[in-house]
Protein backbone atom coordinates (compact mmCIF):
# COMPACT_ATOMS: atom_id res chain seq x y z
CA UNK A 1 0.00 0.00 0.00
CA UNK A 2 2.70 2.45 0.93
CA UNK A 3 4.86 1.44 -1.92
CA UNK A 4 2.12 2.38 -4.29
CA UNK A 5 1.59 5.75 -2.34
CA UNK A 6 4.82 6.31 -2.62
CA UNK A 7 5.10 6.06 -6.42
CA UNK A 8 1.83 7.70 -7.10
CA UNK A 9 2.63 10.41 -5.41
CA UNK A 10 5.40 10.84 -8.10
CA UNK A 11 2.52 11.90 -10.21
CA UNK A 12 2.79 8.31 -11.99
CA UNK A 13 -0.33 5.95 -12.62
CA UNK A 14 -0.86 2.78 -10.53
CA UNK A 15 -2.61 -0.25 -10.62
CA UNK A 16 -2.97 -3.33 -8.27
CA UNK A 17 -2.41 -7.14 -9.04
CA UNK A 18 -3.32 -9.32 -6.54
CA UNK A 19 -2.78 -13.47 -6.90
CA UNK A 20 -5.18 -15.69 -5.97
CA UNK A 21 -3.66 -18.89 -4.58
CA UNK A 22 -5.94 -20.75 -2.81
CA UNK A 23 -4.40 -20.11 0.51
CA UNK A 24 -4.50 -16.57 0.38
CA UNK A 25 -5.65 -15.27 4.16
CA UNK A 26 -9.34 -13.77 2.96
CA UNK A 27 -12.53 -13.42 3.75
CA UNK A 28 -14.05 -15.68 3.58
CA UNK A 29 -12.85 -17.50 6.83
CA UNK A 30 -14.06 -15.33 8.79
CA UNK A 31 -17.93 -15.58 6.57
CA UNK A 32 -17.41 -18.95 7.72
CA UNK A 33 -16.80 -18.98 11.40
CA UNK A 34 -19.47 -17.35 13.27
CA UNK A 35 -17.30 -16.03 15.98
CA UNK A 36 -15.39 -13.84 13.19
CA UNK A 37 -18.49 -12.02 11.95
CA UNK A 38 -18.23 -8.57 13.46
CA UNK A 39 -14.80 -8.47 11.89
CA UNK A 40 -15.59 -6.80 8.47
CA UNK A 41 -15.91 -9.22 5.72
CA UNK A 42 -13.79 -6.93 3.27
CA UNK A 43 -11.57 -8.19 0.89
CA UNK A 44 -8.38 -6.36 1.89
CA UNK A 45 -6.71 -6.20 -1.65
CA UNK A 46 -9.56 -4.78 -2.94
CA UNK A 47 -10.41 -2.40 0.19
CA UNK A 48 -6.37 -0.84 -0.15
CA UNK A 49 -6.81 -0.26 -4.12
CA UNK A 50 -10.28 1.87 -3.31
CA UNK A 51 -8.38 4.01 -0.51
CA UNK A 52 -5.27 4.23 -2.76
CA UNK A 53 -8.07 4.96 -5.89
CA UNK A 54 -6.19 2.64 -7.95
CA UNK A 55 -7.70 -0.67 -9.96
CA UNK A 56 -6.42 -3.72 -8.74
CA UNK A 57 -6.60 -6.70 -11.00
CA UNK A 58 -7.35 -9.95 -9.20
CA UNK A 59 -5.48 -13.07 -10.39
CA UNK A 60 -6.20 -16.58 -10.44
CA UNK A 61 -3.30 -18.24 -10.19
CA UNK A 62 -4.31 -21.46 -8.16
CA UNK A 63 -3.67 -24.17 -11.27
CA UNK A 64 0.36 -22.47 -11.87
CA UNK A 65 0.58 -22.30 -7.71
CA UNK A 66 0.70 -25.97 -7.24
CA UNK A 67 3.77 -26.02 -8.40
CA UNK A 68 5.25 -23.48 -6.40
CA UNK A 69 3.90 -24.80 -3.48
CA UNK A 70 4.75 -29.02 -4.30
CA UNK A 71 8.61 -27.93 -5.49
CA UNK A 72 9.81 -25.17 -4.25
CA UNK A 73 13.41 -24.93 -5.50
CA UNK A 74 14.36 -22.35 -2.77
CA UNK A 75 12.71 -24.54 0.24
CA UNK A 76 10.39 -24.35 3.03
CA UNK A 77 9.79 -21.01 5.53
CA UNK A 78 9.33 -22.00 9.16
CA UNK A 79 6.33 -23.92 8.51
CA UNK A 80 5.29 -25.16 4.54
CA UNK A 81 5.53 -21.54 3.08
CA UNK A 82 7.50 -21.12 0.20
CA UNK A 83 7.87 -17.28 0.47
CA UNK A 84 11.08 -17.35 -1.90
CA UNK A 85 9.76 -19.07 -4.82
CA UNK A 86 6.40 -17.19 -4.16
CA UNK A 87 7.47 -13.96 -4.65
CA UNK A 88 9.70 -15.19 -7.82
CA UNK A 89 6.57 -16.60 -9.10
CA UNK A 90 4.51 -13.48 -8.03
CA UNK A 91 7.18 -11.04 -9.84
CA UNK A 92 7.09 -13.31 -13.01
CA UNK A 93 3.52 -13.38 -13.43
CA UNK A 94 3.46 -9.54 -12.52
CA UNK A 95 6.08 -9.08 -15.15
CA UNK A 96 3.92 -11.22 -18.13
CA UNK A 97 1.05 -8.90 -16.74
CA UNK A 98 2.96 -5.47 -17.53
CA UNK A 99 3.93 -6.63 -21.03
CA UNK A 100 0.54 -7.31 -21.81
CA UNK A 101 -0.98 -4.74 -20.69
CA UNK A 102 1.82 -2.09 -21.62
CA UNK A 103 2.79 -0.81 -18.37
CA UNK A 104 6.43 -0.03 -17.60
CA UNK A 105 7.55 -1.23 -14.97
CA UNK A 106 6.81 -3.33 -11.57
CA UNK A 107 6.59 -1.89 -7.89
CA UNK A 108 6.72 -4.34 -4.58
CA UNK A 109 6.44 -3.26 -1.02
CA UNK A 110 9.48 -5.16 0.00
CA UNK A 111 11.80 -4.09 2.64
CA UNK A 112 15.60 -5.54 2.97
CA UNK A 113 15.34 -7.26 6.46
CA UNK A 114 11.34 -7.09 6.92
CA UNK A 115 10.87 -11.08 6.24
CA UNK A 116 13.80 -13.34 8.04
CA UNK A 117 14.13 -15.69 4.55
CA UNK A 118 12.14 -13.73 1.04
CA UNK A 119 13.08 -10.26 2.18
CA UNK A 120 17.33 -10.49 3.22
CA UNK A 121 19.56 -8.50 1.23
CA UNK A 122 20.89 -11.18 -0.88
CA UNK A 123 17.46 -12.93 -1.53
CA UNK A 124 15.88 -9.50 -2.92
CA UNK A 125 17.71 -9.74 -5.90
CA UNK A 126 17.26 -13.13 -6.19
CA UNK A 127 13.50 -12.50 -6.78
CA UNK A 128 14.41 -9.74 -9.30
CA UNK A 129 16.69 -12.07 -11.14
CA UNK A 130 14.57 -15.54 -11.53
CA UNK A 131 11.34 -13.58 -11.93
CA UNK A 132 12.74 -12.41 -15.30
CA UNK A 133 11.79 -8.68 -14.19
CA UNK A 134 15.37 -7.78 -13.66
CA UNK A 135 15.75 -3.92 -12.88
CA UNK A 136 12.12 -3.25 -14.25
CA UNK A 137 11.38 -4.34 -10.45
CA UNK A 138 11.14 -1.10 -8.10
CA UNK A 139 11.10 -1.53 -4.10
CA UNK A 140 10.23 2.00 -3.34
CA UNK A 141 10.48 1.61 0.11
CA UNK A 142 14.13 0.40 0.42
CA UNK A 143 15.61 1.54 -2.78
CA UNK A 144 17.69 3.76 -1.83
CA UNK A 145 19.58 1.15 -0.29
CA UNK A 146 19.81 -1.31 -3.75
CA UNK A 147 21.36 -0.16 -6.65
CA UNK A 148 19.48 2.18 -8.70
CA UNK A 149 16.76 0.18 -11.10
CA UNK A 150 16.06 1.37 -14.95
CA UNK A 151 13.42 3.39 -13.59
CA UNK A 152 15.40 5.46 -11.51
CA UNK A 153 18.38 5.60 -13.98
CA UNK A 154 15.82 6.71 -16.67
CA UNK A 155 13.92 9.48 -14.80
CA UNK A 156 11.03 7.74 -14.95
CA UNK A 157 10.87 7.75 -10.99
CA UNK A 158 13.26 10.21 -8.77
CA UNK A 159 15.14 8.43 -6.49
CA UNK A 160 15.59 11.22 -4.02
CA UNK A 161 12.01 10.48 -3.00
CA UNK A 162 12.26 6.86 -2.72
CA UNK A 163 12.97 5.63 0.59
CA UNK A 164 15.63 3.58 2.79
CA UNK A 165 14.03 1.41 5.10
CA UNK A 166 15.12 -1.75 6.21
CA UNK A 167 15.02 -4.03 9.38
CA UNK A 168 12.56 -5.57 10.80
CA UNK A 169 11.05 -2.45 12.76
CA UNK A 170 7.46 -1.22 11.20
CA UNK A 171 8.04 2.53 12.81
CA UNK A 172 9.06 4.04 9.44
CA UNK A 173 6.56 2.43 7.92
CA UNK A 174 3.86 3.62 10.56
CA UNK A 175 5.14 7.33 10.09
CA UNK A 176 4.85 7.81 6.52
CA UNK A 177 1.68 6.36 6.70
CA UNK A 178 0.73 9.19 9.02
CA UNK A 179 2.17 11.14 6.48
CA UNK A 180 -0.08 10.20 3.96
CA UNK A 181 -3.05 10.44 6.33
CA UNK A 182 -3.35 6.72 5.72
CA UNK A 183 -5.09 5.43 9.46
CA UNK A 184 -6.40 2.21 9.43
CA UNK A 185 -2.67 1.04 7.89
CA UNK A 186 -2.10 -2.41 9.33
CA UNK A 187 -0.20 -5.20 7.14
CA UNK A 188 -0.05 -8.92 8.39
CA UNK A 189 3.36 -9.33 10.20
CA UNK A 190 2.95 -12.64 10.23
CA UNK A 191 2.64 -13.09 6.13
CA UNK A 192 0.10 -13.01 3.76
CA UNK A 193 -1.30 -16.79 3.44
CA UNK A 194 -2.05 -19.92 5.51
CA UNK A 195 1.00 -21.35 4.59
CA UNK A 196 2.90 -19.70 7.38
CA UNK A 197 0.54 -20.97 9.59
CA UNK A 198 1.89 -24.00 11.58
CA UNK A 199 -1.55 -25.55 12.08
CA UNK A 200 -2.56 -25.21 8.43
CA UNK A 201 0.83 -26.49 7.90
CA UNK A 202 0.83 -29.64 9.61
CA UNK A 203 -3.16 -30.44 8.10
CA UNK A 204 -1.75 -30.14 4.42
CA UNK A 205 1.66 -32.07 5.51
CA UNK A 206 -1.12 -34.85 7.53
CA UNK A 207 -2.97 -34.69 3.45
CA UNK A 208 0.08 -34.90 1.35
CA UNK A 209 1.52 -37.90 3.53
CA UNK A 210 -1.82 -39.85 4.12
CA UNK A 211 -2.44 -39.37 0.20
CA UNK A 212 0.96 -40.37 -0.84
CA UNK A 213 1.55 -37.43 -3.15
CA UNK A 214 1.81 -33.29 -2.92
CA UNK A 215 -0.88 -33.51 -5.40
CA UNK A 216 -3.98 -31.14 -3.74
CA UNK A 217 -7.40 -29.51 -5.19
CA UNK A 218 -8.75 -26.15 -4.14
CA UNK A 219 -11.55 -27.64 -2.52
CA UNK A 220 -8.55 -29.74 -0.58
CA UNK A 221 -7.17 -26.82 0.78
CA UNK A 222 -9.95 -24.88 1.69
CA UNK A 223 -11.25 -27.75 3.70
CA UNK A 224 -8.35 -27.59 5.57
CA UNK A 225 -9.02 -24.18 6.59
CA UNK A 226 -12.46 -25.73 8.44
CA UNK A 227 -13.21 -27.36 11.16
CA UNK A 228 -11.37 -29.95 13.79
CA UNK A 229 -9.24 -32.38 12.02
CA UNK A 230 -9.28 -35.55 13.18
CA UNK A 231 -7.55 -38.91 11.98
CA UNK A 232 -7.48 -42.16 13.94
CA UNK A 233 -5.52 -43.95 11.47
CA UNK A 234 -3.94 -43.60 8.61
CA UNK A 235 -7.25 -44.32 6.10
CA UNK A 236 -9.07 -41.91 7.21
CA UNK A 237 -9.35 -38.62 9.01
CA UNK A 238 -13.03 -36.99 9.99
CA UNK A 239 -13.65 -33.22 9.51
CA UNK A 240 -15.90 -32.17 12.14
CA UNK A 241 -17.53 -28.76 12.57
CA UNK A 242 -17.12 -26.81 15.14
CA UNK A 243 -20.15 -24.42 15.16
CA UNK A 244 -23.57 -23.17 12.78
CA UNK A 245 -20.91 -21.49 10.61
CA UNK A 246 -18.56 -23.88 9.65
CA UNK A 247 -21.53 -26.48 9.64
CA UNK A 248 -22.98 -24.44 6.60
CA UNK A 249 -19.43 -24.42 4.89
CA UNK A 250 -19.17 -28.22 5.38
CA UNK A 251 -22.93 -28.81 4.15
CA UNK A 252 -21.67 -27.99 0.76
CA UNK A 253 -19.72 -30.68 0.68
CA UNK A 254 -21.39 -33.63 1.83
CA UNK A 255 -22.15 -35.21 -1.37
CA UNK A 256 -18.56 -35.76 -1.89
CA UNK A 257 -17.96 -37.47 1.75
CA UNK A 258 -19.62 -40.15 4.01
CA UNK A 259 -20.87 -37.92 6.52
CA UNK A 260 -22.35 -38.04 9.85
CA UNK A 261 -24.60 -36.43 12.20
CA UNK A 262 -26.08 -36.46 15.16
CA UNK A 263 -29.79 -37.18 15.27
CA UNK A 264 -30.76 -37.66 18.41
CA UNK A 265 -29.03 -34.33 20.08
CA UNK A 266 -28.11 -30.95 18.24
CA UNK A 267 -23.93 -31.92 17.00
CA UNK A 268 -21.95 -30.90 14.40
CA UNK A 269 -21.78 -31.85 10.64
CA UNK A 270 -18.99 -34.60 10.16
CA UNK A 271 -17.42 -35.33 6.90
CA UNK A 272 -15.04 -38.50 6.79
CA UNK A 273 -12.33 -38.58 4.47
CA UNK A 274 -10.68 -41.60 3.20
CA UNK A 275 -11.71 -45.49 2.93
CA UNK A 276 -12.63 -45.89 6.53
CA UNK A 277 -14.13 -49.83 7.35
CA UNK A 278 -17.20 -50.95 9.55
CA UNK A 279 -15.73 -50.51 12.52
CA UNK A 280 -13.57 -47.11 11.95
CA UNK A 281 -17.71 -45.79 10.68
CA UNK A 282 -18.40 -46.45 14.27
CA UNK A 283 -15.68 -44.76 16.03
CA UNK A 284 -16.52 -41.81 13.92
CA UNK A 285 -19.84 -41.95 15.10
CA UNK A 286 -18.26 -41.85 18.56
CA UNK A 287 -16.58 -39.55 17.82
CA UNK A 288 -19.40 -37.12 16.24
CA UNK A 289 -21.60 -37.90 19.50
CA UNK A 290 -18.64 -36.84 21.28
CA UNK A 291 -18.94 -33.36 19.81
CA UNK A 292 -22.50 -33.08 20.26
CA UNK A 293 -24.71 -31.82 23.01
CA UNK A 294 -25.35 -35.45 24.05
CA UNK A 295 -21.62 -35.73 24.60
CA UNK A 296 -22.48 -36.74 28.25
CA UNK A 297 -25.92 -39.02 27.34
CA UNK A 298 -25.17 -43.07 27.71
CA UNK A 299 -26.16 -43.20 24.10
CA UNK A 300 -26.73 -40.74 20.95
CA UNK A 301 -28.28 -41.94 17.87
CA UNK A 302 -26.05 -40.80 14.68
CA UNK A 303 -27.58 -40.79 11.05
CA UNK A 304 -24.51 -42.11 8.63
CA UNK A 305 -24.79 -41.23 4.78
CA UNK A 306 -22.69 -42.86 2.61
CA UNK A 307 -21.79 -41.24 -0.50
CA UNK A 308 -24.34 -43.51 -2.80
CA UNK A 309 -26.89 -45.68 -0.99
CA UNK A 310 -29.19 -44.98 2.13
CA UNK A 311 -28.90 -43.47 5.51
CA UNK A 312 -28.86 -45.53 8.48
CA UNK A 313 -28.47 -45.17 12.02
CA UNK A 314 -26.38 -46.33 14.22
CA UNK A 315 -26.96 -45.58 17.91
CA UNK A 316 -23.42 -45.53 19.91
CA UNK A 317 -22.11 -43.64 23.39
CA UNK A 318 -19.80 -40.99 23.25
CA UNK A 319 -16.42 -41.56 22.78
CA UNK A 320 -14.96 -40.53 26.11
CA UNK A 321 -12.55 -37.63 25.90
CA UNK A 322 -9.84 -39.72 27.61
CA UNK A 323 -10.08 -42.33 24.58
CA UNK A 324 -9.41 -39.59 21.84
CA UNK A 325 -5.58 -39.02 21.69
CA UNK A 326 -3.90 -35.86 21.22
CA UNK A 327 -1.99 -37.49 18.55
CA UNK A 328 -5.07 -37.92 16.34
CA UNK A 329 -5.89 -34.56 16.38
CA UNK A 330 -3.80 -32.75 12.89
CA UNK B 1 -29.94 -4.42 -24.45
CA UNK B 2 -29.97 -8.56 -23.17
CA UNK B 3 -28.48 -8.94 -19.43
CA UNK B 4 -26.28 -11.57 -19.16
CA UNK B 5 -25.98 -14.05 -16.34
CA UNK B 6 -23.18 -15.32 -14.48
CA UNK B 7 -23.27 -18.43 -11.88
CA UNK B 8 -20.67 -18.09 -8.99
CA UNK B 9 -22.67 -19.95 -6.51
CA UNK B 10 -20.51 -22.23 -4.50
CA UNK B 11 -17.41 -20.14 -4.56
CA UNK B 12 -15.88 -18.39 -2.09
CA UNK B 13 -14.60 -15.13 -2.45
CA UNK B 14 -12.00 -13.88 -4.53
CA UNK B 15 -13.26 -16.18 -6.99
CA UNK B 16 -17.11 -14.43 -7.40
CA UNK B 17 -14.93 -11.37 -7.97
CA UNK B 18 -12.54 -13.02 -9.93
CA UNK B 19 -15.41 -14.35 -12.69
CA UNK B 20 -16.69 -10.91 -12.75
CA UNK B 21 -13.80 -9.26 -13.53
CA UNK B 22 -13.46 -11.87 -16.89
CA UNK B 23 -17.07 -11.54 -17.29
CA UNK B 24 -16.76 -8.28 -18.01
CA UNK B 25 -13.76 -8.17 -19.91
CA UNK B 26 -15.64 -9.51 -22.91
CA UNK B 27 -18.98 -7.12 -22.41
CA UNK B 28 -19.21 -4.06 -23.59
CA UNK B 29 -19.99 -0.58 -21.74
CA UNK B 30 -23.64 -0.60 -20.88
CA UNK B 31 -24.11 -4.34 -21.06
CA UNK B 32 -26.12 -5.82 -18.27
CA UNK B 33 -24.46 -8.42 -15.79
CA UNK B 34 -26.46 -10.37 -13.34
CA UNK B 35 -24.16 -12.26 -11.30
CA UNK B 36 -25.38 -15.38 -8.51
CA UNK B 37 -23.84 -16.37 -6.25
CA UNK B 38 -23.61 -17.67 -2.75
CA UNK B 39 -20.69 -16.02 -0.75
CA UNK B 40 -21.89 -13.17 1.58
CA UNK B 41 -18.73 -12.00 1.04
CA UNK B 42 -19.12 -10.98 -2.58
CA UNK B 43 -22.37 -8.56 -1.10
CA UNK B 44 -18.96 -6.18 -0.06
CA UNK B 45 -16.47 -7.67 -2.71
CA UNK B 46 -18.21 -6.94 -5.66
CA UNK B 47 -19.90 -3.87 -5.54
CA UNK B 48 -15.97 -2.68 -4.21
CA UNK B 49 -14.60 -4.12 -7.08
CA UNK B 50 -17.24 -2.08 -9.78
CA UNK B 51 -16.53 1.44 -7.37
CA UNK B 52 -12.78 0.76 -8.24
CA UNK B 53 -13.01 -0.17 -12.32
CA UNK B 54 -16.34 2.46 -12.74
CA UNK B 55 -19.07 -0.49 -13.23
CA UNK B 56 -22.36 0.91 -11.45
CA UNK B 57 -24.24 -1.51 -9.37
CA UNK B 58 -27.87 -1.31 -9.98
CA UNK B 59 -29.10 -3.88 -7.67
CA UNK B 60 -28.09 -6.38 -4.89
CA UNK B 61 -31.11 -9.14 -3.93
CA UNK B 62 -30.43 -11.42 -1.22
CA UNK B 63 -32.82 -14.03 -0.64
CA UNK B 64 -31.59 -16.88 2.32
CA UNK B 65 -28.31 -17.92 0.91
CA UNK B 66 -28.38 -16.89 -2.82
CA UNK B 67 -27.23 -13.31 -3.89
CA UNK B 68 -28.05 -12.02 -7.35
CA UNK B 69 -26.01 -8.49 -8.28
CA UNK B 70 -26.83 -6.72 -11.12
CA UNK B 71 -24.32 -4.39 -12.64
CA UNK B 72 -23.98 -2.31 -15.44
CA UNK B 73 -20.62 -2.41 -17.25
CA UNK B 74 -18.65 1.13 -17.46
CA UNK B 75 -16.78 2.73 -20.39
CA UNK B 76 -13.76 1.99 -20.60
S1 LIG C 1 3.33 -15.76 3.11
FE1 LIG C 1 3.17 -14.56 1.22
S2 LIG C 1 5.15 -14.85 0.21
FE2 LIG C 1 4.97 -16.45 1.75
S3 LIG C 1 4.10 -18.19 0.67
FE3 LIG C 1 2.39 -17.07 1.56
S4 LIG C 1 1.71 -15.67 -0.07
FE4 LIG C 1 3.76 -16.38 -0.61
Known sequence: ?????????????????????????????????????AR????????????????????DVIEEYKQVL????????????????????MVRKAYEWIREHGFDFIITGEV????PKSQRADTLPVVAKESGAGDLLLRPLCAKNLPPT??????????EKLYDFSGRTRKPQMALAARFGIRDYAQPAGGCCFLTD?????????????????????????LLKVGRHIRPAPHFKLIVGREEGENNFLEGYRKRFLHLRTRSHPGPLVLVDGTPGEADIELAARIAARYSQGRTAPEVEVE?????????????PPLPPHELPESWVI | MNAHDLDARHLLCPLPVIRTQDAVKNLAPGAILRVHCTDPGAI????AWCRIHGHEVLDIQQEGRDIRITLRVGSD
Open chain 1, 150 to 159: RPEREGWVDR
Open chain 1, 40 to 59: PKRNNALWVAEQLGIRLHIV
Open chain 1, 198 to 222: PQYSRKLADLWQARGTRAYELDDIL
Open chain 1, 70 to 89: TDPKHGYGANLNPCLDCKIF
Open chain 1, 304 to 316: VVPREGEPRRLRV
Open chain 1, 1 to 37: MLAAKVIQEQGIHVEGINFYTGFCVEGHTHAIRRKDR
Open chain 2, 44 to 47: HDIP
Open chain 1, 112 to 115: IGQR
